[in-house]
Nanobody, 119 residues
Framework: QVQLVESGGGLVQAGGSLRLSCVAS????????MNWYRRAPGKQRELVAR???????NYADSVKGRFTISRDNAKNTVYLQMDSLKPEDTAAYYC?????????????WGQGTQVTVSS
């Protein structure tokens, strides 16, 4: 079994920063991409940021210039540095890992961590 454990969420004032972390553990052979999604109340889940094994990144337009995704391949860990936070960033943030493991193709999700930005 592959498990993802997220941390770093919390309550912050608008303009502040938070850093999310997600550690993948278990029988992992390779990770092709690590992603951060979020779901705000009453809204659909959206892809916030993505980073591939080669380091290529993609961001939602709403977070470009404010959020930075990075990863530590040796530790199977992905980070999301969130700066200049806005109230509209309030959501549950979920880590997603795609790759290959002991049970075959991986498309695993973390339990989510809440980010609340007050105005």
């Amino acid at each position: 079994q592959v498990q993802l454990v997220e941390s770093g969420g919390g309550l912050v004032q608008a303009g502040g920063s938070l850093r999310l972390s997600c550690v993948a553990s278990g029988r992992i052979f390779s990770i092709s991409a690590m992603n951060w999604y979020r779901r705000a109340p009453g809204k659909q889940r959206e892809l916030v940021a993505r980073i591939t094994s080669g380091g290529s990144t993609n961001y939602a337009d709403s977070v470009k210039g404010r959020f930075t995704i990075s990863r530590d391949n040796a530790k199977n860990t992905v980070y999301l540095q969130m700066d200049s936070l806005k109230p509209e960033d309030t959501a549950a943030y979920y880590c997603n890992v795609q790759g290959w493991g002991g049970t075959g193709y991986l498309n695993n999700w973390g339990q989510g961590t809440q980010v609340t930005v007050s105005s």
